[in-house]
C-alpha cells in the first residue's frame, strides 16, 4: 500500500513540476530591418559623436553604424539582446559598447540627435 502511494505521489509532482514550465507562444513584433535601422541622414546627424573607429592591429573592429543599428533594434522593438539579428553583428558587442556609451552620457546625446528622447534604453540584465 504505501509502495503504490508513494508512487502516485512522485507522479503527481512530477506533472505539477512539468506544468510550471509550459510558456506560453512568445509574441514579438515584426518590424521590417529598414524600419529599425539607421538611415543615411541619421547616420550624418549621429556619427560625428561617435568616438573615432579604433583599428590597426587586432580583431577586426564593429562598424559604429552596423553596432548602432542594432542596439537601436532591441530598444525599437522591445526584444532582448540576445534576439538582435545577427546582420548587427553579435549581441554581446552591441550590448557592451551600449554599457559603454550609457556610463559615457553619449547615448542621451544620440537620441537627442534622433530626435528619439522618449525612447527608452534596452532592457539591461538585471546586476
Known amino acids: 500500500m504505501a509502495a503504490r502511494c508513494r508512487k ?5 509532482r512530477s506533472e505539477a ?3 510550471l514550465y509550459v510558456e506560453a507562444p512568445l509574441v514579438t513584433t515584426a518590424m ?4 529599425v535601422g539607421l538611415t543615411d541622414e541619421q547616420w550624418v546627424l549621429v556619427s560625428p559623436l561617435l568616438p573615432p573607429q579604433r583599428g590597426g592591429t ?3 573592429p564593429n562598424d559604429h553604424r552596423e553596432v548602432l543599428g542594432g542596439i537601436l533594434w532591441v530598444a525599437r522593438t522591445g526584444s532582448s539582446w540576445r534576439e538582435m539579428p545577427e546582420e ?4 554581446e558587442s552591441a550590448y557592451r559598447r551600449y ?3 550609457v556610463k559615457q552620457g553619449l547615448w542621451q546625446r544620440i ?3 534622433l530626435g528619439e528622447e522618449s525612447l527608452p534604453g534596452p532592457a539591461k540584465k538585471p546586476n
Open 8 to 12: 502516485t505521489n512522485r507522479a503527481t
Open 17 to 19: 513540476r512539468q506544468s
Open 32 to 35: 521590417a530591418s529598414e524600419e
Open 111 to 113: 537620441l537627442r540627435a
Open 58 to 60: 587586432g580583431r577586426p
Open 99 to 101: 554599457e559603454l556609451w
Open 88 to 91: 548587427y553583428g553579435k549581441w
